[in-house]
């Protein structure tokens, strides 16, 4: 089955002023999402997310290079049909309500009056503007432009959805219902892809993600496995040992901490768990459970652009 999105040897260079050199923002990025992946596409500022962005939605055109949408050019308008895009940024008309906004966007794209009618309260109910839908956008907030922004990329019900920083200007409760819909998205069958500065929150949501600096892809990959392959340490915890049995578990932790007759045990590998166990178990000790404890996608992303630098 063709990826939905493919990006093959992208480059892009921008020359700021004729007398200064080029500057090569995209440097050979390749890449590839899945249909049905909540798709995360991550990077520092300046690190070239919304050019690759830009040149995924048919705005900008590539140095070298190219990206295909259902293995097409994002320039035709077919694939166009099938895609929603917020914008980085967006601008909204200010003097138009959100409803009239609503109704502009869907008559672009040629949607019949009855559809589009029940798409807008969907939509609206969805992203919790209903109570504002006859006010104009002059008057929404941040977080209100960024909700109405959503509705807009989904009036076409589309199959790949591109968000540029949606959780930006989202206050916690809106960034999880902001995350609830991209879930939704996928349970539906949609493919989500999104650049984002928020890591917890990608970290939530991500099938995948790609770690881009300077215009490199550093990682991509299914997140589960980048996060599982950097086990940091696995802890158990048990109680009711004696100290003797204490001090070899020790022996074999990389640390270890006891509060109230309970025992925390950092072991280091894997392969140290089943010993462990067997040694708790002989001493008449009761296993309360074992974590694996992994590297957030925070810490992960910050020693490898650290790591890049
Ligand atoms: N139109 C342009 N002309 C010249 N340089 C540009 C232009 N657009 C982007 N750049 C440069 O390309 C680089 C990447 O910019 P881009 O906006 O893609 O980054 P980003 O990863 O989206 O960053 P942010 O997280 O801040 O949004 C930056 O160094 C930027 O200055
Ligand atoms: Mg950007």
Redesign the pocket.
Known sequence: MTAVIQIKGLYKT?Q?HFWMPR?T?LKGLNLEVEAGQIFGFL??????????IKTLMGIIRPSAGRALLFGKDPWDIEPKQRIGFLP?SPYFYDYLTGLEFLVFCGRLFNISSVVLKSRIQELLALVNLSYAADLQMRKYSKGMLQRIGLAQALINDPQLVVL??PLTGLDPLGRKEFKDIILNLKARGKTVFF?S?ILPDAEMVCDAVAI?NK?KLLQVGNLADLLNARIKAIELNCRNIPEETAGKMKSRSLSSNTINGQWQFNLKAEADISGAIDLVKAAGGDIISVIPQKESLEEYFSREVAGDA
């Open positions: 921008y700021k500057q923002v990077g520092p500022n300046g690190a070239g997310k919304t050019t690759t980085e540029d920083e650049s500065h881009i215009g």
